[in-house]
């Protein structure tokens, strides 16, 4: 992971409210408030209140976006949990790289590269013409709350000297089509001088972990007992399977809020049928080498990801646990 200098701030970012939805304006309301975001950050949205947007609503939405942010808004914020799709598209996605229609015909193909994948850029919208953009979301208000309380608690908070090592788990399972990146891991052993111990480990001993940072596996599940795992402020974990972004599909697989309602800070699922191409899902080593520089989930997330056209991001997007104070 190359050398990255400075992350997002709260002026930064845009927060996109859906004025039709009650859960929204509270999230976002509470969100602008605990961020300290201006008036002018804040755009209310009229989208319609079902999990996939079509390519026409989409553009619709799309275009209100564009016209009221400047280029001082580098990455947005989605204060709700849905629309998450366009069609095949993640709205993340989508909103990043444009709708690609091609991708519905054959959605296990290759998908629109993206510029940002181990980028230093702390200006994406300057730089590379397109903000990335995460959705603030839970099962329910209060979970979406409580994220959001766990993404203002984090910043900074693991840089103070002295404070016990944090735990990267990076887990194996038995499933060998959705366990694919342990090729990716790093070495097992101790990052300094950031103080966080890499693990391998089987899946079942994510619960055993002390201070968990970052969890990574492949399943169609969580790892058991990931709800009592001690994850701290901050925390990053996704699992590899098909549909884990499809937030309301009813199809037996785990989603990114799960892991939020475990109690992470930010995830990562795909909204279609991605097959296990390793572009199409966070690279760990780019996840947990951009977030040790300081950068914001948001940012590790998105750098993490070659192919995101199908990704959707979700979680706290200014939480920074290695930032400077």
């Not at 998450?84 to 296990?108: K, Q």
């Not at 499933?175 to 693990?199: C, N, S, T």
């Not at 191409?277 to 300081?294: E, R, V």
Request: aromatic share 8%; with cysteine; net charge neutral.
């Amino acid at each position: 992971m190359p050398r990255i200098t400075g992350r997002l701030h709260a002026a930064d970012l845009g927060l996109v409210i859906n004025a039709d939805d009650p859960d929204s304006v509270l999230v976002g309301e509470y969100y602008a408030a605990r961020r300290k975001l201006r008036p002018e950050q804040i755009l209310r949205v009229h989208a319609p209140l079902r999990g996939t947007l079509t390519r026409q609503e989409f553009e619709v939405l799309k275009h209100r976006i564009d016209s009221h942010f400047g280029l001082a808004t580098q990455a947005l914020a989605f204060a709700w949990s849905q629309p998450y799709a366009v069609e095949c598209n993640s709205l993340t996605g989508a909103m990043a790289l444009g709708f690609d229609a091609e991708l519905c015909s054959h959605s296990c193909g290759r998908s629109r590269a993206s510029a940002y994948f181990g980028s230093t850029t702390i200006r994406p919208l300057l730089d590379l013409s397109w903000r990335p953009s995460m959705l603030i979301a839970a099962h329910d208000v209060a979970g979406a709350k409580a994220l959001i309380d766990r993404g203002v608690a984090a910043d900074g908070s693991l840089t103070r000297r002295g404070r016990p090592p944090v735990t990267a788990m990076l887990l194996t399972t038995d499933d060998a089509a959705r366990h694919v990146r342990q090729v990716l891991y790093p070495p097992p052993g101790e990052i300094k001088p950031y103080g966080v111990v890499v693990r391998i480990a089987p899946d079942t001993e994510l619960a055993s972990a002390p201070w968990v940072i970052l969890a990574i596996t492949g399943s169609v599940h969580l790892p058991p007992q990931a709800q009592r795992t001690d994850w701290v402020a901050g925390a990053l974990a996704d699992h590899l399977t098909s549909t884990g972004g499809a937030l309301q599909a009813p199809n037996g697989q785990a989603t990114v809020l799960d892991w939020i309602a475990a109690g992470v800070t930010a995830s990562h699922g795909t909204v279609s049928e991605p097959c296990n191409h390793l572009q199409k899902f966070p690279h760990p080593q780019m996840l947990l080498g951009s977030y040790l520089q300081g950068s914001t989930a948001i940012e590790a997330y998105w750098r993490s990801v070659a192919w995101p056209q199908q990704s959707l991001f979700v979680g706290e997007p200014l939480a920074a646990p290695f930032a400077a104070r």
